[in-house]
């Protein structure tokens, strides 16, 4: 298969109706940070455990195409030797790699944040194709308040998102562009309208410089949504809000629009994607990459007892159904209560 097919390949197996992807790619901290909430120590068995939970859940691959893991999972077998990337292939999941290597202060830019991890990834990436990844992921981080972010911040984390795009297409792997808006502060939905349109245009300006196939990338965005100090928006609200910034910033030829969750709750995240698809068509598909809103009932019922293996498959397989209703515009609140 020539490189192009090979993108359009994995771009179609990842873009399909009624299905989104796990975002099970938290780095160490942020991994140590979701045990510590349940008791559990995050070490190396904790996680593979953790991670074998979630991938081998009985018919996951009815309502996800894709998980993007981190590259410890990558390596790390199921306890019959399976690669676990392999266990998510046998279920038709397709196994993708988060490649950024963190953020860090933006120098003389104070409050602005920048994510690095060019160097040697083209290398790199050769190395996680063999280990089965087709997909990668790069995050870039903006924080909001009346001056932030800055017009630096935005056009550096623009051009290091086109620059990741750009390497991954030439090594055969579809790149997801992730330009997360963060929720932390009081700032209202209009001051986050007005952030993530920025960032957007500014995006999708530098993938154009850097001749990124926009037909062969997906866009993973956050919400429209006001800061978490400062109150709760409806569904319709994000959803009108969201679309009419997305309409303005996002060419029709992306594929598709794969939202995080960013600190909203479970059922939040999932109302607000449903509201959206309410008020389609759309040229992209709208539908979901979520960590924490996919991940938290499961880890809530597992408590890192093997135990409570089958109620935690059952939690993350409940969650993922409806996040796939709310990909097609049909969940309903009412479907909270069904028994998991
Ligand atoms: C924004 O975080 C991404 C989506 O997760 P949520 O739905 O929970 O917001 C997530 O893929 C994130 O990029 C990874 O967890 C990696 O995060 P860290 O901070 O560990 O690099």
Not at 26 to 54: H, M, Y
Not at 190 to 197: A, D, G, Q, Y
Not at 258 to 282: K, V, Y
């Amino acid at each position: 298969m020539d490189a192009r097919s090979e993108l359009q390949a994995t771009v179609d197996a990842l873009v399909q109706a009624g299905k989104g992807l796990l975002a099970a790619d938290e780095s160490g901290p942020t991994i140590a940070k979701r045990f510590q909430r349940i008791g559990v120590d995050s070490n190396e068995e904790n996680r593979r455990a953790w991670r074998t939970l979630l991938l081998s859940a009985p018919g996951l691959g009815d309502f996800i195409s894709g998980v993007i893991l981190y590259e410890e999972t990558l390596g790390q077998r199921a306890d019959d030797g399976t690669p676990l990337p392999e266990l998510a292939a046998r279920q038709g999941i397709v196994p993708g790699i988060k490649v950024d290597k963190g953020k860090l202060a933006l120098a003389l830019a104070p409050g602005d944040e920048i994510t690095e991890g060019l160097d040697g990834l083209a290398k790199r990436l050769a190395g996680y194709r063999q280990q089965g990844a087709r997909f990668a992921k790069w995050r870039a981080v903006f924080n909001v308040s009346d001056s932030l972010p800055g017009r630096l911040a935005i056009k550096a984390n623009a051009q290091a998102l086109a620059a990741y795009a750009a390497i991954c297409q030439e090594s055969g792997v579809v790149p997801i562009v992730e330009p997360e808006v963060l929720m932390d502060g009081a700032h209202s939905m209009e001051r986050c309208t007005e952030v993530t349109e920025a960032v957007l245009h500014e995006v999708f300006h530098a993938l154009h410089r850097h001749a990124v196939v926009l037909e062969h990338m997906l866009l993973k965005p956050s919400m429209v949504l006001p800061g978490k100090e400062a109150g709760r928006a409806t569904p319709a609200e994000v959803a009108a809000q969201t679309v009419q910034v997305l309409k303005r910033t996002v060419p029709a030829a992306v594929p598709g629009i794969f939202f995080l969750s960013g600190g909203q709750t479970p059922t939040e995240a999932t109302a607000n994607l449903d509201a959206m698809n309410r008020i389609g068509p759309f040229p992209w598909r709208l539908s979901f990459s979520y960590g924490r809103a996919l991940q938290e009932p499961p880890l809530l019922a597992w408590h890192g007892d093997a135990a409570n293996l089958a109620q935690a498959q059952r939690a993350l397989l409940q969650r993922s159904r409806l996040n796939a209703m709310a990909c097609l515009g049909q969940y309903q609140a009412a479907l909270e209560d069904a028994t998991t």
